[in-house]
Each structure stands twice: as C-alpha cells, then as structure tokens.
C-alpha cells in the first residue's frame, strides 16, 4: 500500500525568523482536529465537532491566538482573520501546555478549498474507471472486451487488462455488501465497474478492482440533503445530469490521506489504497463532492440505493489508525484487506 501522506511538511524558502511563524505553526500534533460547528467571534469561542466523535467542544481563543490558513497538502498559506471562518472548515487546534484556557494556534483549512479538491481527485478517479456490459473474455490472458457506457446512449469499446493481481468483487441483485469472486462471475453479457489506471494513448485500462452485479460508482456533487431517509441530490461530474441517492448511515466514509499521490498507484493490484474512516450523514455538507457505488432501480428509477459513499477532506483526515487497524478497500470498505 502506498504510504500515507506526511503529517508535516517543510519549507526551506524563509528569509526571517518572522517569516517562519506560519511554517512552524503548520508543524506538530493536532490537540483537537474537527470541523467548525457554531462560532462566536464576539465572545471568540468556537464550537467544533472533534473527529470520531459525536461530542462537541468548545475551544476559546485570544487576541494571542494565532490563526494559519493551510491549504489541503496542509501547507501554510498565511495569517487567517477567525472572523472569516464558517461551518464545515476544518481546524487544527494546538495548544501550548496542557493547561492552557486557549488555543495558542489554530490552523484552518477552508472548506471550499476542501471542495474544490474533492472534484480534482475524483475526476481522476472517474478518468481510471469504466462501466460496461463484458462482450467477450480471455480467462488464459486475462483480459476484457468491455462496451462502455458513456451516457446518453452513446458507447465504446475497451480492452481491460487485469494480469497483475485484481480485486473482483459480486453484489447480487439484492445484497448490501459485496462478496469476494473471482473470474466465473465474469461472463460476457454480465455488467461490471472497472477502477484501475487507463491508457492516456488508448481506451484500455489495467485493471485494479473489478465489480459484477450491476453495480457503478457515481461521483458528483452534493445539491441538497435531506436527513430524513438520509437522501442526497448530485449532480454527476461530467454529465452535469442530476439523481437522487438513498444512502446507508452505516456505509459512510472518509479517505485518508485524500491526496492525488494516494490514486496514482504504479500497480494496479495496488488500486483502492485509501484506509476509509467511518463517518456519519451529518459530516456531509452541500457542495461536497462524493463518490457512490450505486445501483439504480429498473429504468432509472430514483432514488438509487446508495451502497457506499465515499468523501475526504484533504491531508487532515482523522487521527492516525493504530498500527494494528485493518486497512481496507476503496468501494470494499466492509471487508479487510488480506
């Protein structure tokens, strides 16, 4: 597995020990990592939902607090003005001592930002996927002939390349949760989701995960919630088409670390490299952009049923897994990794 992003970064290019205040802040431990629930700039208190957890934490602030705007690689970006902040931002919270009353630094990382770097990395993600009905199959070779849908009802034809070690999976027509398989559920015929590495110079794709049963993922950006039912409204990165989804409350997810490097894995046995993190409905905000492996009732009726969802917030995911934690798979996240 590819390893995870450094905590910290370093930045060589200061011309004073002023100029290295923002550098320095951006390094260390986060006393409290969370995103903005309520803030109060008058009575300079914020209320943050801490990772994890469901508690809500009050964290005050002075006038010698010192607050660091950092971009979604968590590199400093300069001095942030906490009058600015908004619900759904995601803070690190430092303190001095453990007895300190206040924040001594809090870096802020915007969640437009965070935004607008969930549609980069799932559009890569989109680019290295297909879905398609199998048209023919060569079990000695291992490779696809795939006819892609495109949407629109408009296809091509993809060769997909899966010699290196592949992660097939099966949903049947009414489970939740997919079943490890292998190449007997791949019969021409049978509709499958690739996710692996295409071929800039062609339409073909080496293969890393392999899904029959129907199933696709869709990946796109989050118009409106509604809680009851845990409903959500996308519009679809590239087709700009809009669908409703009804998610499961138990299938809700967190990569980390959500960087490009995490996705431009050299071997595609090595495709799905993010550990998923369990969160809830509520983490989710309008503007986020998901991925969701879906499958949609007959004739596109809508809502689809959600089966996973899976979101990030850049490098500052949750608080480092245990060594002994399982890793898990991208769109398996139900199963562990062996």
Not at 203 to 221: E, F, H, M, P
Request: hydrophobic share 40%.
């Amino acid at each position: 597995m590819i390893a995870r992003a450094s905590a910290s970064y370093l930045l060589i290019m200061a011309m004073s020990v002023m100029s290295l205040a923002p550098a320095v802040a951006a390094q260390g431990t986060c006393d409290l990592l969370g995103e903005i629930f309520v803030t109060n700039p008058f009575g300079q208190t914020l209320m943050i939902k801490g990772d994890g957890s469901a508690d809500i934490n009050a964290i005050r602030y002075s006038s010698e607090t010192q607050f660091v705007q950092v971009t979604v690689e968590r590199k400093p970006a300069g001095d942030f003005d906490p009058k600015n902040l908004q619900v759904g931002d995601r803070l690190c919270i430092q303190f001095d001592t453990a007895q300190s009353k206040s924040a001594a630094r809090v870096l802020v990382m915007k969640r437009l930002d965070i935004q607008e770097h969930q549609k980069h990395v799932f559009s890569a993600l989109m680019r290295d996927s297909a879905f398609g009905v199998v048209t023919d199959l060569n079990t000695e070779t291992r490779t696809i002939q795939l006819k892609e849908d495109l949407g629109g009802g408009a296809s091509q034809h993809v060769n997909v390349e899966a010699s290196d070690p592949v992660a097939i999976r099966y949903y049947s027509s009414e489970a939740q949760v997919g079943a490890v398989s292998n190449w007997a559920h791949l019969q021409p015929g049978e509709q499958i989701y690739v996710q692996g590495r295409r071929d800039t110079a062609s339409s073909a794709i080496r293969a890393g995960v392999i899904i029959a049963g129907g199933v696709r993922d869709i990946v796109g950006t989050i118009t409106s919630m509604n809680g009851v039912g845990d409903v959500i409204e996308l519009q679809e990165l590239g087709s700009g088409r809009s669908m409703t989804v009804r998610i499961r409350g138990d299938a809700v997810y967190r990569a980390s670390p959500f960087v490009e490097a995490a996705i431009a894995h050299e071997r595609p046995g090595s495709a799905a490299p993010w550990d998923l993190q369990l969160i809830s409905f509520s983490d989710l905000q309008k503007g986020d952009t998901i991925s969701v492996l879906t499958r949609e009732g007959e004739g596109g009726q809508q809502p689809a049923l959600g089966l996973i969802v899976v979101t990030g917030f850049g490098s500052y995911g949750t608080n480092a897994l245990a060594a002994s934690a399982a890793t898990l798979w991208f769109l398996d996240p139900l199963k562990a990794r062996h």
